[in-house]
T-cell receptor, first 109, second 116 residues
Framework: GIQVEQSPPDLILQEGANSTLRCNFS?????LQWFHQNPWGQLINLFY???GTKQNGRLSATTVATERYSLLYISSSQTTDSGVYFC???????????FGRGTSLIVHP | GAGVSQSPSNKVTEKGKDVELRCDPI?????LYWYRQRLGQGLEFLIY????????KSGLPSDRFSAERTGESVSTLTIQRTQQEDSAVYLC??????????????FGSGTRLTVV
């Protein structure tokens, strides 16, 4: 099946810092999403982004489908950004999202 | 409803007992997924329902696991003869147009299952 690799696995930031999270995938995809899992376990859909660039406030994401990677940018990080960020992809012909292992982010005040 | 609702939120059961977990998807969402997340791990796919089509059960780890969904409504995940290794958070997600691969997925808050 498709392989989804996220990096870095862990990230610690001071409030106000910027960061870039990466998701590499091993095959072409028709669906790519970024999720944030907060410390209480709730998964929130951040972006649906199979290609191109999107922005939502301090967060933005870019997917280069031809090179099989996606990037999530967090600017001016806040303590509420803490949690685990997951990338999930559906390979072509599949309707089942495969998740990466996530990037665990801790933002200190 | 406004979101995906799961119940119970927490369940503690004795090894060997059966448990039933419930998921109520967003109204109008034709696709429903169950995932399992062990402590500190990623999400592991279990089963996928799309409308009235036969479900994709390829992720179920053993025949102790089963799930049902009637039409586009509530789904139940049943685990028979629970084992300690079944302890995890069971997450349900729904989406409107899975067959096109378009659009985002909405997750419920999960059921935390502890087998003692």
């Amino acid at each position: 099946g498709i392989q989804v690799e996220q990096s870095p696995p862990d990230l610690i930031l001071q409030e106000g810092a910027n960061s870039t999270l990466r998701c590499n995938f091993s095959d072409s995809v028709n669906n790519l999403q970024w999720f944030h899992q907060n410390p209480w376990g709730q998964l929130i859909n951040l972006f649906y982004i199979p290609s191109g660039t999107k922005q939502n406030g301090r967060l933005s994401a870019t997917t280069v489908a031809t090179e099989r990677y996606s990037l999530l940018y967090i600017s001016s990080s806040q303590t509420t950004d803490s949690g685990v960020y997951f990338c999930a992809v559906c390979p072509g012909g599949s309707y089942i999202p495969t998740f990466g292992r996530g990037t665990s982010l801790i933002v200190h005040p | 409803g406004a979101g995906v609702s799961q119940s119970p939120s927490n369940k503690v059961t004795e090894k060997g007992k059966d448990v039933e977990l419930r998921c109520d998807p967003i109204s109008g969402h034709t696709a429903l997924y169950w995932y399992r997340q062990r402590l500190g791990q990623g999400l592991e796919f279990l089963i996928y329902f799309q409308g009235n089509s036969a479900p994709d059960k390829s992720g179920l780890p053993s025949d102790r696991f089963s799930a049902e969904r009637t039409g586009e409504s509530v789904s139940t995940l049943t685990i028979q003869r629970t084992q300690q290794e079944d302890s995890a958070v069971y997450l349900c997600a729904s989406t409107q147009r899975a067959f096109t691969g378009v659009g985002g997925y909405t997750f419920g808050s999960g059921t935390r299952l502890t087998v003692v």
